[in-house]
């Protein structure tokens, strides 16, 4: 009875723009971060870097397109 009074929503999806291409940059950048800790060379550390850069881009421009996209459908 209180469940028809109060109505639950469903559970709130987290983190939309988060897909397949995001976790591989991830990925890709804990890789280098553990080659960078094992062996601190100034190569290692600019890979690091450089894979941290654009793992960064990349879930940035998925976050900024969705909210985008979500800003144009609520006009």
């Not at 550390?45 to 450089?50: G, K, N, S």
């Not at 879930?59 to 006009?75: D, G, H, P, V």
Request: glycine share 2%.
């Amino acid at each position: 009875m209180a469940e028809e009074i109060i109505k639950t929503r469903g559970k709130l999806i987290r983190n939309e723009w988060w897909d397949e291409e995001c976790k591989e940059a991830i990925s890709k950048k804990n890789i280098a971060r553990k080659k960078c800790l094992q062996k601190r060379t100034r190569a290692s550390q600019e890979h690091y870097t450089q894979a941290r850069k654009e793992a960064n881009k990349i879930c940035k421009e998925k976050k900024k397109q969705l909210l985008n996209n979500r800003n144009r459908k609520s006009t």
